[in-house]
């Protein structure tokens, strides 16, 4: 296998999505493609499953080992050829004709792609040797699965006119956003394509171009600097509670709750379609055609869904875009959001969909990269770190803190703090950054502003015009 590329140093990964504007005949071609990429998954899917089958079978017979039909190799390089040979049996209509042809081959190439890393996941949960929560054989993908698929060569652009992108196979097509961004950088040579997602969300078609971008990991000289030291305690009342280990408070932003705002409207408008003739008839429990009122309705609920979630995008990006830039180090906790809401039942729903409203997972990949963009430092506390059991004045920790305790009282009679528990937890959070910075120092590691942004993926880079080269995909 050949070696794989790696992120030159002063690059960084970074996506740039435009909601697509197409035709009709481009809408079909799109669906087409997705429709393709799907058809690709669970075909190579079955025969995994088949190789699988046909081999406990015989071993159930007694036959040995040496003997038993030889497995299926789960490669990405060997589904993709698996694929090539069947296609010309299983892809085709009833007349004879095939229809693989209409549709790129890049869209059948990701798909056996995607299938051989879920393979690759599931064999290593099942050995061990993966870690995290266990993984599941993958499944079959029906045609209400998410609609997607991607291209890593061929002609992939944004048009010098801003607002039009060029795909292989599906042409030149209009977007509703201007490109100029990300075309002022390629005609630079300060970005280069290496991938293009296409997926169907929320009533629009979208591209994602996945770029490897030049940038200068220094912060905006216009931005001033509010601390060196910062701890940053996260919360679904008050989003960030950000303090100084001298125990300053110097940013405090409450939770805005995107989807809480917006319920009622969308509770609203489920009960409408509730009425309507959707496509499941209760009487006779069978899947019918949905009426027009009913798809009309689902247009406007997925609407609202999309205000939600660009609201909530946009509140992340500025929020960790501020605290990147204006804080040398940030002191965090290690939070386990899905474990957070995995447990407590109808009791505690309400805290569940807060958390979730909050975005507490996001706001924490986002911040991740951005340090790294303006040259900051994250230092995360230990998952079981007591930030908030742990007196900000004495030292002395809580045995319990109801979360229904918003006050801090030092159980400690010579100590005796009375403080906000969100800005206890802060102060804490930023003396531990403050200890770690030291320690590193001390230990005579670098300066953090003379070492550059390290790579962040392996792959391949495509051709300085701007479009993916033939060879981006790695062997």
Same mark, same amino acid.
């Given at each position: 296998?050949?070696?794989?590329?790696?992120?030159?140093?002063?690059?960084?990964?970074?996506?740039?999505?435009?909601?697509?504007d197409?035709?009709?005949?481009?809408?079909?071609?799109?669906?087409?493609?997705?429709? &393709?990429?799907?058809?690709?998954?669970?075909?190579?899917?079955?025969?995994?499953?088949?190789?699988?089958?046909?081999?406990?079978a015989?071993?159930?017979?007694?036959?040995?080992?040496?003997?038993?039909?030889?497995?299926?190799?789960?490669?990405?390089?060997?589904?993709?050829?698996?694929?090539?040979?069947?296609?010309?049996?299983?892809?085709?209509?009833?007349?004879?004709?095939?229809?693989?042809?209409?549709?790129?081959?890049?869209?059948?190439?990701?798909?056996c792609?995607?299938?051989?890393?879920?393979?690759?996941?599931?064999?290593?949960?099942?050995?061990?040797?993966?870690?995290?929560?266990?993984?599941?054989?993958?499944?079959?993908?029906?045609?209400?699965?998410?609609?997607?698929?991607?291209?890593?060569? &061929?002609?992939?652009?944004?048009?010098?006119?801003?607002?039009?992108?060029?795909?292989?196979?599906?042409?030149?097509?209009?977007?509703?956003?201007?490109?100029?961004k990300?075309?002022?950088?390629?005609?630079?040579?300060?970005?280069?394509?290496?991938?293009?997602?296409?997926?169907?969300?929320?009533?629009?078609?979208?591209?994602?171009?996945?770029?490897?971008?030049?940038?200068?990991?220094?912060r905006?000289?216009?931005v001033?600097?509010?601390?060196?030291?910062?701890?940053?305690?996260?919360?679904?009342?008050?989003?960030?509670?950000?303090?100084?280990?001298?125990?300053?408070?110097?940013?405090?932003?409450?939770?805005?709750?995107?989807?809480?705002?917006?319920?009622?409207?969308?509770?609203?408008?489920?009960?409408?379609?509730?009425?309507?003739?959707?496509?499941?008839d209760?009487?006779?429990?069978s899947?019918?055609?949905?009426?027009?009122?009913? %798809?009309?309705?689902?247009?406007?609920?997925?609407?609202?869904?999309?205000?939600?979630?660009?609201?909530?995008?946009?509140?992340?990006?500025?929020?960790?875009?501020?605290?990147?830039?204006?804080f @040398?180090?940030?002191?965090?906790?290690? %939070?386990?959001?899905?474990?957070?809401?995995?447990?407590?039942?109808?009791?505690?729903?309400?805290?569940?969909?807060?958390?979730?409203?909050?975005?507490?997972?996001?706001?924490?990949?986002?911040? @991740?990269?951005?340090?790294?963009?303006?040259?900051?430092?994250?230092?995360?506390?230990?998952?079981?770190?007591?930030?908030?059991?742990?007196?900000?004045?004495?030292?002395?920790?809580?045995?319990?803190?109801?979360?229904?305790?918003?006050?801090?009282v030092?159980?400690n009679?010579?100590?005796? %703090?009375?403080?906000?528990?969100?800005?206890?937890?802060?102060?804490?959070?930023?003396?531990?950054?403050?200890?770690?910075?030291?320690?590193?120092?001390?230990?005579? &590691?670098?300066?953090?502003?003379?070492?550059?942004?390290?790579?962040l993926?392996?792959?391949k880079?495509?051709?300085?015009?701007?479009?993916?080269?033939?060879?981006?995909?790695?062997?």
């Open positions: 296998m050949a070696a794989k590329f790696e992120v030159p140093q002063g690059w960084v990964l970074q996506a740039y999505q435009y909601a697509l197409p035709t009709g005949p481009q809408t079909s071609m799109l669906e087409s493609h997705a429709g &393709g990429a799907r058809f690709a998954y669970n075909t190579m899917l079955r025969a995994v499953k088949a190789n699988l089958g046909q081999r406990e015989e071993k159930s017979y007694g036959i040995a080992s040496a003997d038993l039909t030889p497995s299926m190799s789960w490669s990405f390089q060997s589904l993709r050829n698996g694929f090539n040979r069947l296609k010309h049996q299983v892809a085709v209509r009833e007349d004879g004709t095939p229809w693989w042809e209409e549709n790129s081959k890049e869209a059948y190439a990701n798909a792609k995607n299938l051989a890393a879920a393979l690759k996941n599931w064999d290593e949960s099942r050995r061990g040797t993966r870690k995290g929560q266990r993984v599941g054989f993958p499944s079959f993908k029906s045609k209400r699965s998410a609609r997607k698929f991607a291209f890593t060569t &061929g002609t992939i652009r944004a048009e010098a006119n801003r607002h039009h992108v060029t795909l292989p196979k599906l042409g030149t097509m209009r977007v509703h956003e201007s490109t100029r990300l075309a002022r950088r390629l005609e630079a040579g300060t970005a280069r394509i290496l991938k293009a997602t296409v997926r169907f969300e929320r009533g629009h078609w979208l591209v994602s171009f996945t770029c490897v971008v030049a940038r200068a990991a220094q905006p000289a216009h001033k600097r509010l601390a060196p030291v910062v701890g940053v305690d996260l919360g679904v009342k008050d989003l960030v509670v950000a303090a100084t280990p001298d125990g300053r408070e110097v940013l405090r932003v409450q939770a805005r709750k995107e989807f809480k705002r917006a319920s009622r409207k969308l509770r609203a408008l489920q009960r409408k379609a509730a009425r309507q003739a959707g496509p499941w209760a009487v006779t429990e899947r019918r055609e949905p009426s027009n009122a009913w %798809l009309r309705t689902q247009q406007v609920i997925a609407k609202q869904q999309v205000r939600v979630a660009n609201q909530r995008r946009d509140r992340l990006h500025k929020l960790t875009t501020l605290l990147a830039q204006s @040398d180090v940030i002191g965090t906790e290690t %939070l386990a959001v899905k474990n957070m809401m995995a447990s407590g039942g109808a009791r505690k729903k309400g805290l569940n969909r807060s958390i979730a409203d909050a975005g507490l997972g996001e706001f924490s990949r986002q911040l @991740d990269y951005k340090t790294t963009w303006y040259r900051s430092k994250r230092v995360q506390a230990d998952r079981w770190y007591p930030s908030s059991k742990t007196c900000s004045g004495c030292g002395s920790v809580k045995a319990k803190l109801a979360l229904s305790e918003r006050v801090y030092c159980d009679a010579e100590c005796g %703090l009375v403080i906000d528990r969100d800005l206890n937890a802060a102060i804490n959070l930023a003396r531990l950054a403050r200890a770690e910075q030291s320690a590193c120092f001390d230990s005579g &590691g670098a300066d953090r502003k003379s070492t550059a942004p390290a790579a993926v392996a792959v880079p495509e051709s300085s015009n701007g479009s993916a080269s033939p060879k981006s995909e790695a062997a």
